[in-house]
């Protein structure tokens, strides 16, 4: 529980980063969050979702913030061809931090060490 790692101070920081989000999910996060914390949304929720469900007394009090992030906030038509140029010429080193790599056909063991945590970033390799 994150009250007792952090003996009741909370996090700096949340990140909400899920497929599909909605207005119930701010809350929850805002809740990990100190003093002054901040709450990152990544995940998109469908247009007609005009609901935010939030403590307003807390939000207020405590000065928290709920900011939202698409890419990071980069330029993805700038950003990410320059990433692949630092790639492509040995400048950014993403090979490095792959720990696994898995065939479709061993999914399955890929979830498996994914969950036993002796895989942090595993990837699946399609063969052409």
Same mark, same amino acid.
């Given at each position: &529980?994150?009250?007792?790692? =952090?003996?009741? /101070? &909370?996090?700096?920081?949340?990140?909400?980063? /899920?497929?599909?989000?909605?207005?119930? &999910?701010? $809350?929850? #996060?805002?809740?990990?969050?100190? *003093?002054?914390?901040?709450?990152?949304? =990544?995940?998109? #929720?469908?247009?007609?979702?005009? /609901?935010?469900?939030?403590?307003?007394?807390?939000?207020?009090?405590?000065? *928290?913030?709920?900011r939202?992030?698409?890419?990071?906030?980069?330029?993805? $038509?700038?950003?990410?061809?320059?990433?692949?140029?630092?790639?492509? =010429?040995?400048?950014l *080193?993403?090979?490095?931090?792959?720990?696994?790599?898995?065939?479709?056909?061993?999914i399955?063991?890929?979830?498996?060490?994914?969950?036993?945590? =002796?895989?942090?970033?595993?990837?699946?390799?399609?063969?052409?």
């Open positions: &529980m994150i009250s007792d790692l =952090t003996r009741g /101070v &909370m996090a700096d920081s949340a990140i909400l980063t /899920v497929g599909l989000s909605n207005g119930q &999910m701010l $809350q929850p #996060a805002l809740d990990l969050v100190r *003093k002054g914390g901040v709450v990152v949304a =990544t995940g998109l #929720a469908p247009w007609e979702d005009h /609901v935010a469900d939030l403590r307003l007394t807390e939000f207020i009090l405590w000065q *928290k913030e709920l939202g992030s698409l890419y990071g906030a980069c330029n993805p $038509q700038a950003d990410i061809p320059r990433l692949l140029g630092l790639y492509r =010429t040995g400048q *080193k993403l090979d490095e931090l792959i720990t696994n790599r898995y065939s479709i056909d061993d399955n063991l890929g979830y498996e060490h994914m969950l036993d945590g =002796t895989n942090i970033r595993g990837i699946i390799v399609h063969e052409h």
